[in-house]
């Protein structure tokens, strides 16, 4: 199965920036999509930014409106370490971010989430 680990989680002063590192491994399919989640208090779940794969290859990246310009997502070669870059940070940021591993097959959903790491921006 996916096993997903997460660091760089903290605390930072507003207009700062901060990196979330997500290691992957055990991950089989051919097309799929990795990215990052949050969760603030009293909020629902949202996407920040994913990275559509097939074969090997980025085809597609997507940044949620509340973090374009500000937010950047990446993985190495092997698809082996996705890194949220987070830039120009506020409050309204502070949330849990979780890694996400989704794939479909047919009428088959797989899903794969990492533990979560804190991420708080202070005023």
């Known amino acids: 199965q996916v096993h997903l680990v997460e660091s760089g989680g903290g605390s930072v002063q507003a207009g700062g920036s901060l990196s979330l590192s997500c290691v992957a491994s055990?991950?089989?399919?051919?097309?799929?999509?990795m990215g990052w989640y949050r969760e603030a208090p009293g909020k629902q779940r949202e996407m920040v930014a994913t990275?559509?794969?097939?074969?090997?290859?980025?085809?597609?990246?997507n940044i949620s409106e509340p973090v374009t310009g500000r937010f950047t997502i990446s993985n190495d070669d092997g698809k082996r370490t996705l890194v949220l870059h987070m830039s120009n940070l506020k409050p309204e940021d502070t949330a849990v971010y979780s890694c996400?591993?989704?794939?479909?097959?047919?009428?088959?959903?797989?899903?794969?989430w990492g533990q979560g790491t804190q991420v708080t921006v202070s005023s």
């Open positions: 996400n591993y989704h794939a479909r097959v047919g009428l088959y959903e797989y899903d794969y």
């Open positions: 055990g991950t089989t399919f051919v097309a799929y999509q």
């Open positions: 990275i559509d794969s097939v074969g090997g290859r980025n085809i597609a990246t």
